[in-house]
């Protein structure tokens, strides 16, 4: 019995794969609903023969190793465009610095540039009176201000 089951199931098993690559059967059930099988109907009712897709283009490894390429080429897009930003930031708050600096340092100069006797605010908070030595050195130290951070 064994003897003529054996050489059965060897032709069964050859038998399902080239059926499959034949196609698959579709069919509507009673519902309307498709049904895809490698057999036809049970009942004898009508079925086309659908072809099976394509195998896939590339293998399954390539196709993942290619999809991290393009995960990692957007993380490290990402990553440029959020240090582009930074940078940005960076550079407008260092231009606002520069001006404010411009600003202040040009008021700074007129101021030192106006009546000899005038009283100026010094670092500390205290008004005085500067002497022209001190008035001298000022003025140096706004111009140089001025055409570092007017520009």
Not at 20 to 30: F, M, N, R, S, V
Not at 101 to 127: I, Q
Request: net charge negative; glycine share 6%.
């Amino acid at each position: 019995m064994l003897r003529y089951f054996l050489p059965f199931l060897f032709g069964l098993a050859i038998a399902l794969p080239t059926n499959a690559a034949k196609g698959y059967h579709l069919w509507y059930d009673e519902n309307g609903q498709a049904v895809y099988s490698q057999l036809p109907p049970e009942d004898g009712g009508p079925s086309q023969i659908v072809k099976p897709p394509p195998p896939p283009a590339e293998s399954p490894e390539v196709a993942n190793r290619r999809l991290q390429q393009q995960i990692q080429r957007s993380a490290d897009y990402l990553e440029d465009k959020e240090l582009a930003q930074e940078k940005n930031a960076k550079q407008e708050s260092e231009a606002a610095q520069a001006k404010y600096r411009c600003e202040e340092a040009r008021k700074n100069l007129e101021a030192l540039n106006g009546p000899p006797r005038k009283l100026m605010m010094g670092s500390d908070g205290v008004a005085k009176r500067l002497t022209e030595e001190e008035r001298q050195e000022r003025r140096e130290e706004m111009e140089k201000i001025i055409e570092e951070s007017c520009k």
